[in-house]
């Protein structure tokens, strides 16, 4: 038995060395599997991929379809006006060649008939050839001046009709193409609430968070129990905007308090110029110009607030911009440079008025300062007729500031004027000793105004009011009855370190 061991013991030794084998095999073919399924998933990630890259290509593909058939759509708009301008031009070289052969023919019968006709004259009147054929020629030739001069008034009249209708044609292609809409009201902006809960915090207790919206503002804050908005009324765009603005932030968390209220207006109107530089980026993109100087830039955005008649200046250049750029193409002048001259036309309006005269002529020094070429500067200062117009496209400036002043809807008078009305009673009540601050609302009816502190003392407050209400009633147009609050507030702020 004992001598069976060795074989025993070398039996074990295969067993084990077989039972590693197989589970050497085994996990060979897991590790296999799992190459093999991660292979897969690669290959359907790939598969994804490519399926994603390929469907892109093909709207890369479309869009570039599209935009050359816009292109090619645009090139055949040209070539056919270039074509009817060529032809106009055609016909007109035939008619100036017809006319001089026609001239030509006519001094020869001229020549022939004089010699017959002086000879017989001549022999008539017993006088010398040359003295008839001088009387002769002085009538033929007043005779063929008359005629050349009805056949030049006949070709003047048929080609001013011709170009009457294609000017007409060129004008409606222009508007045809432009779509905007017409001026709204200037005076109120409607905020939605998200809750009619928030209207007891917007009010606050005693009305103070609404007195002190308005004071931080400038702008009535109208809250009506039976709807669900608010809103806001002011002549001034600017604090309209920045009262919405800062409404919608405080409505958004529902924390309506004096504290935040001055923070976020004060947030909200240091914004204001990045506002001006979106709107300004925005309007150059519009109207596919390129990009301006900084200072030009900053002009523009500027306007987006500014309106003239009840039209926004800024969307009155962008328009303008498209008109001019759509009059050029159709008459062969560069559009480009039109529609630049036609989007700065009215910067001048941006420059503050104790540094202007015109804002023509403030608008094209602003211009040339920039490095805006002469066409262009020309084309700004000559946009009213203060200056002649030294190039085509400055009088396809002039066109196209007028359609689109002039387009139905475009501009109401009355707002402009009611806005100036406000403008100026701010600036004579600002004009009193102590004032710091002169709020016009309820359509002037309503007369804030807040003093400096440390100059105006409560003693006088009484005094400083009645004489701004007696100061309205002598210099104001202001319809019906005018309040005068003057609000006088010390702040002590400490801080501890």
């Given at each position: 038995?004992?001598?069976?061991?060795?074989?025993?013991?070398?039996?074990?030794?295969?067993?084990?060395?077989?039972?590693?084998?197989?589970?050497?095999?085994?996990?060979?073919?897991?590790?296999?599997?799992?190459?093999?399924?991660?292979?897969?998933?690669?290959?359907?990630?790939?598969?994804?991929?490519?399926?994603?890259?390929?469907?892109?290509?093909?709207?890369?593909?479309?869009?570039?379809?599209?935009?050359?058939s816009r292109l090619e759509s645009d090139r055949a708009r040209l070539a056919d006006a270039s074509a009817r301008v060529e032809q106009l031009v055609a016909r007109l070289d035939t008619r100036t060649e017809t006319l001089r052969v026609q001239e030509s023919e006519l001094a020869a019968q001229r020549a022939a008939h004089e010699?017959?006709?002086?000879?017989?004259?001549?022999?008539?009147?017993?006088?010398?050839?040359?003295?008839?054929?001088?009387?002769?020629?002085?009538?033929?030739?007043?005779?063929?001046?008359?005629?050349?001069?009805?056949?030049?008034?006949?070709?003047?009249?048929?080609?001013?009709?011709?170009?009457?209708?294609?000017?007409?044609?060129?004008?409606?292609?222009?508007?045809?193409?432009?779509?905007?809409?017409?001026?709204?009201?200037?005076?109120?902006?409607?905020?939605?609430?998200?809750?009619?809960?928030?209207?007891?915090?917007?009010?606050?207790?005693?009305?103070?968070?609404?007195?002190?919206?308005?004071?931080?503002?400038?702008?009535?804050?109208?809250?009506?129990?039976?709807?669900?908005?608010?809103?806001?009324?002011?002549?001034?765009?600017?604090?309209?905007?920045?009262?919405?603005?800062?409404?919608?932030?405080?409505?958004?968390?529902?924390?309506?308090?004096?504290?935040?209220?001055?923070?976020?207006?004060?947030?909200?109107?240091?914004?204001?110029?990045?506002?001006?530089?979106?709107?300004?980026?925005?309007?150059?993109?519009?109207?596919?110009?390129?990009?301006?100087?900084?200072?030009?830039?900053?002009?523009?955005?500027?306007?987006?607030?500014?309106?003239?008649?009840?039209?926004?200046?800024?969307?009155?250049?962008?328009?303008?911009?498209?008109?001019?750029?759509?009059?050029?193409?159709?008459?062969?002048?560069?559009?480009?440079?039109?529609?630049?001259?036609?989007?700065?036309?009215?910067?001048?309006?941006?420059?503050?008025?104790?540094?202007?005269?015109?804002?023509?002529?403030?608008?094209?020094?602003?211009?040339?300062?920039?490095?805006?070429?002469?066409?262009?500067?020309?084309a700004i200062a000559a946009h009213h007729g203060e200056v002649e117009a030294e190039s085509v496209e400055a009088v396809v400036v002039q066109i196209a500031d007028a359609i689109s002043a002039s387009r139905p809807g475009a501009r109401r008078e009355d707002a402009e004027t009611h806005v100036e009305r406000l403008e100026a009673?701010?600036?004579?009540?600002?004009?009193?000793?102590?004032?710091?601050?002169?709020?016009?609302?309820?359509?002037?009816?309503?007369?804030?105004?807040?003093?400096?502190?440390?100059?105006?003392?409560?003693?006088?407050?009484?005094?400083?009011?009645?004489?701004?209400?007696?100061?309205?009633?002598?210099?104001?147009?202001?319809?019906?009855?005018?309040?005068?609050?003057?609000?006088?507030?010390?702040?002590?702020?400490?801080?501890?370190?």
């Amino acid at each position: 038995m004992i001598e069976d061991w060795p074989a025993l013991l070398l039996v074990l030794v295969l067993l084990l060395a077989c039972l590693v084998a197989l589970v050497l095999v085994l996990v060979a073919r897991r590790e296999a599997a799992a190459v093999r399924a991660q292979a897969r998933e690669d290959v359907a990630s790939l598969k994804d991929e490519i399926q994603s890259r390929a469907v892109e290509a093909d709207r890369r593909t479309v869009r570039l379809d599209d935009e050359r058939s816009r292109l090619e759509s645009d090139r055949a708009r040209l070539a056919d006006a270039s074509a009817r301008v060529e032809q106009l031009v055609a016909r007109l070289d035939t008619r100036t060649e017809t006319l001089r052969v026609q001239e030509s023919e006519l001094a020869a019968q001229r020549a022939a008939h004089e010699a017959r006709v002086a000879e017989d004259l001549a022999q008539l009147a017993g006088t010398t050839v040359a003295d008839a054929r001088a009387r002769l020629a002085d009538a033929l030739a007043d005779q063929a001046a008359r005629d050349v001069e009805s056949r030049l008034r006949r070709s003047e009249r048929r080609l001013r009709t011709e170009s009457a209708a294609r000017a007409r044609e060129i004008l409606t292609t222009a508007v045809e193409r432009l779509a905007v809409p017409t001026s709204s009201q200037l005076s109120v902006t409607v905020v939605p609430l998200p809750s009619p809960d928030l209207k007891g915090p917007i009010i606050g207790r005693d009305g103070r968070n609404i007195k002190a919206f308005e004071a931080l503002t400038g702008v009535n804050l109208i809250v009506d129990e039976s709807d669900d908005h608010v809103q806001l009324s002011s002549f001034d765009a600017e604090r309209r905007e920045i009262a919405q603005q800062s409404l919608e932030r405080m409505l958004a968390d529902g924390r309506i308090n004096l504290e935040r209220m001055e923070r976020v207006v004060a947030t909200v109107t240091a914004e204001a110029a990045e506002r001006s530089r979106d709107s300004a980026r925005s309007a150059i993109d519009e109207a596919r110009i390129r990009p301006l100087h900084p200072d030009l830039e900053e002009h523009i955005g500027r306007l987006r607030l500014r309106t003239s008649y009840g039209q926004v200046v800024q969307q009155h250049l962008v328009e303008s911009a498209l008109l001019a750029r759509t009059i050029a193409a159709e008459i062969g002048a560069d559009a480009e440079v039109a529609a630049r001259a036609a989007f700065l036309h009215d910067v001048g309006k941006a420059v503050p008025s104790g540094e202007r005269g015109s804002h023509a002529r403030a608008g094209a020094e602003l211009a040339a300062r920039c490095g805006e070429s002469d066409v262009v500067v020309n084309a700004i200062a000559a946009h009213h007729g203060e200056v002649e117009a030294e190039s085509v496209e400055a009088v396809v400036v002039q066109i196209a500031d007028a359609i689109s002043a002039s387009r139905p809807g475009a501009r109401r008078e009355d707002a402009e004027t009611h806005v100036e009305r406000l403008e100026a009673l701010e600036r004579a009540v600002a004009a009193h000793p102590g004032v710091a601050r002169a709020l016009a609302l309820s359509s002037g009816h309503d007369v804030r105004v807040v003093v400096e502190p440390d100059v105006v003392g409560d003693d006088e407050l009484t005094s400083l009011a009645e004489r701004i209400a007696s100061a309205i009633s002598e210099t104001q147009a202001v319809p019906g009855e005018v309040r005068v609050t003057v609000v006088r507030e010390l702040r002590a702020t400490a801080t501890a370190g």
